[in-house]
C-alpha cells in the first residue's frame, strides 16, 4: 500500500515501523458509519466484504491499486483457475504448505469447492475442468471479478478504490476493546473491526507489497520467513548453456526434491527457458524446494529407457538420437546425445554402458538451481502471518482483539491448480461469519 512517511513510538519505547503508528491512549473518537474496514480487494478482501455486508455489517473496503482484482484478472491464463474440486478439506497438508497446513482444516471445512462452484453456478458463469479438479472460467476471469462485485453490491459495502492508506492505529478503551483508526486518501475512518487482505509479495507490478507484514509487525504479531513460491527456477549461466536451446520445449516428466520422508515429487509439464526451467511441474515443487538443495527430473517418466534402448540396440541401426527422438522429444534427444561421443553412434554399435548411462541420465538428471525468478514471476508467497497468532475459526489475532489477516498474507499457500484460491474463499468466508454488528 502506498504510505507517507510516519513513525511513532509506543508507550514502552519500541520505535514502531514506518509508515504505522501504533496508540495505547484513549482518544475521543467519533462513532463510525462502519463496522468494519477490510484492506485489499482481491479474491479474499472482495469475498470477505460481500459475505460480511451481505450478514448486515456495514463494510467499507478499501484498496490502492489502480484495477480491482488484477490477480484475478491475469491468473490461470486470463481465465482463472478459481478452485479444485479435488481438494481434500480432511487432509489439508496434501494440497498446503506452511509452518501448519492443518490450520487450513476448519476454514476450508466450512467453505468448501463445492460451495464456490455453487456461487459460480447461481451468477451462470460457464466453466469448464482442465485436468486434476482444476477448473476455469470459460470466457474470462473478468466474469468471476463481476460475480464477486455484483456480490459485493448486494451486501451493500462501500468500495475507495485507488485509496491509498496512510497509517493504521489502535484505540483501546477501559474495557481494553480496540477501535482501529485508518487514515487513507479520501479522510480517516473508525472501526471495531479491521480485515488484513493485502496479499503477498508476488506480482509486484500489479501492486503487490509487504504492507500486511507491516501491519503485523506494528501489531507485533509472528512472522514466518517469506520467499517466492509457484515460481520458475533458475542456473548458473555457463552450466545452462547447453540446455538454453531447449527454450520453447515442453514435455511430461516426473520431478522431485528432498530425500526419504522429506521427499516431494510431482507429474507435471516441464517447460526449458532461456535462463532455466518453468511449467507446472517446477512451478509446483518450487513450493517445497529449499536453496542450494537440488532437484532430480525423469525427463521419460513413462519410459523404462534402458530397457528400450536395449531392445533397439537388437532391432536397429538408427542414430541413437534417432531411437531416442521416438521415446522423448527430438530436441531433447539430440542435445543429450551432444553430451558424449559415446552417444553419437548407430544403436546397434553402442556399449551396453554406454546405453545403461544415457538412459540413467535422462531418468534421472539432478541438477541445482541457483535460485528463482523471484516476486516478479512468483504466483504467490511462501511464509507470512504465522498461523500460532491466529484463530483457525475466525482468523482473528489472538493477541489483538478485532484485527483479522485472510488469504495469501497467511502462513498456508497452496499447490498450483486453484488451491491458493479456494484458501482465500475460504479464510474470507471464516472471518466473515465471525465479524460482529455494531
Same mark, same amino acid.
Given at each position: 500500500?502506498?504510505?507517507?512517511?510516519?513513525?511513532?513510538?509506543?508507550?514502552?519505547? +519500541?520505535?514502531?515501523?514506518?509508515?504505522?503508528?501504533?496508540? +495505547?491512549?484513549?482518544?475521543?473518537?467519533?462513532?463510525?458509519?462502519?463496522?468494519?474496514?477490510?484492506?485489499?480487494?482481491?479474491?479474499?478482501?472482495?469475498?470477505?466484504?460481500?459475505?460480511?455486508?451481505?450478514?448486515?455489517?456495514?463494510?467499507?473496503?478499501?484498496?490502492?491499486?489502480?484495477?480491482?482484482?488484477?490477480?484475478?484478472?491475469?491468473?490461470?491464463?486470463?481465465?482463472?483457475?478459481?478452485?479444485?474440486?479435488?481438494?481434500?478439506?480432511?487432509?489439508?497438508?496434501?494440497?498446503?504448505?506452511?509452518?501448519?497446513?492443518?490450520?487450513?482444516?476448519?476454514?476450508?471445512?466450512?467453505?468448501?469447492?463445492?460451495?464456490?462452484?455453487?456461487?459460480?453456478?447461481?451468477?451462470?458463469?460457464?466453466?469448464?475442468?482442465?485436468?486434476?479438479?482444476?477448473?476455469?472460467?470459460?470466457?474470462?476471469?473478468?466474469?468471476?471479478?463481476?460475480?464477486?462485485?455484483?456480490?459485493?453490491?448486494?451486501?451493500?459495502?462501500?468500495?475507495?478504490?485507488?485509496?491509498?492508506?496512510?497509517?493504521?492505529?489502535?484505540?483501546?478503551?477501559?474495557?481494553?476493546?480496540?477501535?482501529?483508526?485508518?487514515?487513507?486518501?479520501?479522510?480517516?475512518?473508525?472501526?471495531?473491526?479491521?480485515?488484513?487482505?493485502?496479499?503477498?509479495?508476488?506480482?509486484?507490478?500489479?501492486?503487490?507489497?509487504?504492507?500486511?507484514?507491516?501491519?503485523?509487525?506494528?501489531?507485533?504479531?509472528?512472522?514466518?520467513?517469506?520467499?517466492?513460491?509457484?515460481?520458475?527456477?533458475? +542456473?548458473?549461466?555457463?552450466?545452462?548453456?547447453?540446455?538454453?536451446?531447449?527454450?520453447?520445449?515442453?514435455?511430461?516428466?516426473?520431478?522431485?526434491?528432498?530425500?526419504?520422508?522429506?521427499?516431494?515429487?510431482?507429474?507435471?509439464?516441464?517447460?526449458?527457458?532461456?535462463?532455466?526451467?518453468?511449467?507446472?511441474?517446477?512451478?509446483?515443487?518450487?513450493?517445497?524446494?529449499?536453496?542450494?538443495?537440488?532437484?532430480?527430473?525423469?525427463?521419460?517418466?513413462?519410459?523404462?529407457?534402458?530397457?528400450?534402448?536395449?531392445?533397439?540396440?537388437?532391432?536397429?541401426?538408427?542414430?541413437?538420437?534417432?531411437?531416442?527422438?521416438?521415446?522423448?522429444?527430438?530436441?531433447?534427444?539430440?542435445?543429450?546425445?551432444?553430451?558424449?561421443?559415446?552417444?553419437?553412434?548407430?544403436?546397434?554399435?553402442?556399449?551396453?554402458?554406454?546405453?545403461?548411462?544415457?538412459?540413467?541420465?535422462?531418468?534421472?538428471?539432478?541438477?541445482?538451481?541457483?535460485?528463482?525468478?523471484?516476486?516478479?514471476?512468483?504466483?504467490?508467497?511462501?511464509?507470512?502471518?504465522?498461523?500460532?497468532?491466529?484463530?483457525?475459526?475466525?482468523?482473528?489475532?489472538?493477541?489483538?482483539?478485532?484485527?483479522? +489477516?485472510?488469504?495469501?498474507?497467511?502462513?498456508?499457500?497452496?499447490?498450483?491448480?486453484?488451491?491458493?484460491?479456494?484458501?482465500?474463499?475460504?479464510?474470507?468466508?471464516?472471518?466473515?461469519?465471525?465479524?460482529?454488528?455494531?
Amino acid at each position: 500500500m502506498g504510505a507517507a512517511a510516519c513513525a511513532a513510538w509506543d508507550n514502552s519505547g +519500541f520505535r514502531l515501523p514506518e509508515p504505522f503508528a501504533l496508540s +495505547f491512549a484513549v482518544p475521543q473518537v467519533p462513532s463510525s458509519p462502519f463496522d468494519v474496514i477490510i484492506i485489499g480487494a482481491g479474491a479474499a478482501g472482495l469475498f470477505c466484504a460481500a459475505q460480511a455486508g451481505q450478514r448486515g455489517l456495514k463494510v467499507l473496503l478499501v484498496d490502492h491499486a489502480e484495477k480491482v482484482a488484477e490477480k484475478i484478472r491475469i491468473s490461470g491464463g486470463g481465465r482463472c483457475n478459481f478452485t479444485n474440486r479435488d481438494l481434500d478439506v480432511r487432509a489439508p497438508h496434501k494440497h498446503f504448505v506452511g509452518q501448519n497446513p492443518q490450520f487450513c482444516r476448519s476454514a476450508l471445512s466450512r467453505y468448501t469447492p463445492q460451495d464456490f462452484i455453487a456461487l459460480v453456478e447461481k451468477h451462470g458463469i460457464a466453466y469448464h475442468e482442465k485436468h486434476k479438479g482444476q477448473l476455469f472460467a470459460d470466457r474470462s476471469a473478468d466474469d468471476l471479478i463481476r460475480m464477486l462485485l455484483a456480490e459485493c453490491a448486494d451486501g451493500r459495502v462501500t468500495h475507495w478504490q485507488p485509496c491509498a492508506v496512510r497509517a493504521v492505529q489502535a484505540h483501546h478503551d477501559d474495557a481494553n476493546a480496540a477501535r482501529y483508526s485508518v487514515e487513507t486518501d479520501r479522510g480517516t475512518v473508525q472501526a471495531h473491526q479491521l480485515v488484513i487482505a493485502t496479499g503477498g509479495l508476488s506480482i509486484p507490478k500489479i501492486g503487490a507489497t509487504d504492507f500486511g507484514y507491516r501491519i503485523a509487525t506494528q501489531f507485533r504479531l509472528p512472522l514466518i520467513e517469506r520467499r517466492p513460491g509457484l515460481v520458475p527456477m533458475t +542456473f548458473d549461466g555457463a552450466a545452462w548453456e547447453p540446455y538454453a536451446q531447449l527454450s520453447g520445449l515442453s514435455l511430461a516428466v516426473e520431478i522431485s526434491t528432498g530425500s526419504k520422508k522429506e521427499r516431494m515429487a510431482f507429474v507435471e509439464d516441464l517447460l526449458f527457458t532461456h535462463r532455466g526451467l518453468s511449467g507446472p511441474a517446477v512451478l509446483q515443487i518450487s513450493s517445497y524446494w529449499q536453496p542450494g538443495t537440488p532437484i532430480a527430473i525423469n525427463l521419460a517418466p513413462q519410459v523404462d529407457l534402458a530397457d528400450a534402448l536395449q531392445q533397439a540396440k537388437s532391432r536397429s541401426r538408427k542414430l541413437i538420437a534417432n531411437e531416442l527422438a521416438g521415446l522423448v522429444p527430438s530436441r531433447l534427444a539430440e542435445a543429450w546425445v551432444q553430451q558424449s561421443p559415446d552417444w553419437q553412434r548407430p544403436v546397434n554399435e553402442a556399449a551396453d554402458k554406454a546405453l545403461a548411462r544415457l538412459a540413467d541420465k535422462l531418468s534421472r538428471w539432478e541438477l541445482t538451481p541457483t535460485g528463482t525468478e523471484g516476486y516478479k514471476k512468483a504466483e504467490v508467497t511462501l511464509g507470512g502471518i504465522d498461523t500460532r497468532a491466529l484463530s483457525q475459526q475466525s482468523m482473528e489475532a489472538k493477541t489483538q482483539p478485532g484485527l483479522y +489477516f485472510i488469504g495469501e498474507v497467511v502462513d498456508i499457500t497452496g499447490w498450483l491448480g486453484g488451491y491458493n484460491f479456494q484458501w482465500a474463499w475460504a479464510s474470507a468466508y471464516a472471518c466473515a461469519q465471525a465479524l460482529s454488528q455494531g
